[in-house]
């Protein structure tokens, strides 16, 4: 249980894409205690049977398998979901993809992948809500990475597609704002038990050197990104749209030195 421990979100609807692992979880967790009937989607099957386990303990929960990168795949779970549950006032996108490479050894299709799930795919996911959002009152949630305003080595892909994300959100923010939606931006920082951290620190000695990065000197926890999660889609931010919030503990002050040349090279030298 997250901060938000009253039904502050009760008889709302949100759906997340990518919401099935990780921090998108444990968003559609906490947007489940706080009284929101959710829909995950993810692009394998036995991912969202999992994930609907686990939330159907909590109450009204559906699931939907369809890889964002298909506009007409991630439509089609949205009439779903918007058909099962009502017009929809929260939508998170939150699949990604990432991994480690400088970029004069990236292929072109490893560098393609990554724009198409985070990018491409967050501008499927918003553009097949459109037609269910409630209007006033709908709440569009990026999750992005420091990547898209910090360089990092051997992110070049990451930084691309996540500044992508970051002005496509604005955008949305301008073009729909007249129409009462709101489109903000969660920045999350090093978050313990995710499949991207466990990536990005593959021995203890790099893993302190992150730590070491953080003003507040820890890795954050997926709890305090689905609170912020929750704030944003809350009438508690309803004059909050167009924002980039970080939730990175001060990383993003210093972080120069969270992927420089040295720390690269002995992350390439990793086992």
């Not at 901060?3 to 997340?16: C, P, Q």
């Not at 994930?51 to 303990?57: D, E």
């Amino acid at each position: 249980m997250g901060y938000f421990k009253d039904r502050l979100l009760s008889g709302r609807n949100a759906f997340i894409s990518g919401g099935t692992s990780g921090i998108n979880l444990a968003i559609a967790e906490a947007l489940m205690d706080a009284g929101a009937t959710v829909g995950v989607m993810s692009r394998k099957p036995e991912k969202v049977e999992a994930a609907l386990a686990l939330l159907s303990q909590k109450g009204k929960a559906f699931g939907y398998s369809a890889d964002v990168r298909n506009f007409e795949a991630v439509s089609s779970a949205l009439e779903q979901f918007h058909q099962a549950a009502g017009p929809i006032d929260i939508v998170i996108s939150g699949a990604a993809g990432n991994f480690v490479a400088p970029a004069n050894a990236m292929s072109s299709n490893g560098f393609k992948t990554v724009l198409e799930i985070d990018l491409l795919g967050s501008f499927h996911v918003y553009r097949g809500a459109y037609p269910f959002l409630r209007k006033p009152g709908a709440s569009l949630i990026s999750i992005s990475a420091p990547q898209a305003t910090e360089t990092s080595f051997g992110q070049s892909h990451v930084a691309a597609a996540k500044a992508g994300v970051d002005m496509l959100t604005k955008s949305l923010a301008v073009e729909w704002g007249p129409e009462g939606i709101r489109a903000n931006c969660i920045i999350p920082g090093p978050i313990d038990g995710t499949e991207g951290m466990d990536r990005l620190t593959p021995n203890p000695a790099f893993r302190r050197h992150i730590e070491d990065s953080v003003a507040l000197r820890r890795f954050g926890t997926k709890q305090e990104v689905a609170d912020m999660a929750v704030f944003l889609a809350s009438d508690a931010a309803s004059y909050v749209t167009g924002s980039l919030m970080y939730c990175d503990g001060g990383m993003t002050l210093s972080m120069g030195g969270a992927m420089s040349p040295a720390a690269f090279e002995q992350f390439m030298k990793s086992p």
